[in-house]
């Protein structure tokens, strides 16, 4: 017949003790891992954790030519650091040590450059992008946030071609109509700026200021980065009283508006004839092609 002990709390016997030293034992090693992972204790890899540093970007150039050091780097028996353009013409010798040396590969100078991120100028203009250190110039050459100005005098807006048309729109009412490519848009001739709104978003401003011989139209590419022409632009003037016609077709000039509304834009003239004092026309309209290239 089966019988039952009862043991007293704390009077187990071995094999019961055995059993739950090593629960206890399996629940610590876990634990342990736990804790590891969370705060990158232990021997294994350190958990990389953001923290603010500061740097003295000078290090960071090349000691030769004082150009920012990129990828590849290299190194003199020595240590001294150049750049891959300098390493191509003291092979032999090294600037500093002024002995003759083997230049090698110096990866972890090169993990550093790569590592040192920092944050583009125009973040100000809506831009989050967080770049190496010797990127940041080609980067901002061609950031799509870079700001763009308004022409008008006196103004000081600048802002992305996006926050641009707003301003134009709302601040100084300009008409804004958008256009499609190889297709006219006519416009009544006055004196002022239309801003056209072509179908991807680029902006064209169309000036026209009056002068002795008659009215000046200009047409100008509002790009954040001043680069070569981009778009065509044809003008078509026409007249029913009295009967005139007449055409231009150019390259179209970018600008950024910085220094206002260029100067060395194409010209075209509207005689003072078609024109009341005021400097507009009931019957001159002005037809505008854009072209992309």
């Not at 110096?106 to 010797?134: D, F, L, P, Q």
Request: glycine share 8%; net charge neutral; aromatic share 8%.
């Amino acid at each position: 017949m089966a019988g039952h002990v009862y043991l007293p709390v704390g009077h187990l016997p071995p094999w019961a003790r055995l059993s739950e030293e090593k629960e206890e034992g399996m629940r610590a090693q876990q634990q342990e891992k736990e804790a590891e992972k969370e705060g990158g204790g232990g021997g294994g890899k350190r958990r990389k954790v953001a923290a603010d540093v500061t740097i003295d970007l000078d290090i960071l150039d090349c000691p030769v030519c004082y150009l920012l050091l990129r990828p590849p780097i290299f190194q003199c028996t020595v240590g001294h650091t150049i750049c891959s353009s300098c390493h191509d013409k003291l092979q032999e010798k090294c600037h500093f040590c002024s002995l003759p040396t083997v230049y090698n590969r110096c990866h972890m100078v090169e993990h550093v450059v790569e590592s040192v991120k920092v944050a583009c100028s125009n973040c100000n203009h809506g831009c989050t992008t967080r770049i190496a250190y010797y990127q940041k110039e080609d980067h901002e050459k061609g950031c799509p946030h870079a700001p763009c100005f308004c022409p008008e005098t006196g103004c000081g807006f600048s802002g992305p071609t996006a926050m641009l048309l707003e301003h134009f729109s709302g601040k100084h009412k300009w008409h804004s109509p958008k256009v499609t490519y190889n297709k006219a848009f006519r416009i009544r001739i006055h004196v002022g700026s239309t801003v056209l709104v072509g179908e991807d978003g680029n902006l064209f401003l169309v000036n026209m200021t009056m002068e002795s011989r008659g009215g000046v139209i200009s047409v100008c590419s509002v790009q954040p980065h001043i680069t070569g022409s981009s778009f065509r632009c044809k003008l078509t003037l026409s007249c029913a009283e009295p009967s005139f016609s007449q055409s231009m077709e150019f390259l179209m000039r970018s600008s950024n508006l910085y220094d206002g509304f260029p100067k060395d834009c194409f010209q075209f003239l509207v005689p003072k004839v078609l024109l009341r004092g005021t400097g507009t026309s009931a019957t001159a309209m002005v037809g505008v092609t854009v072209t992309p290239q």
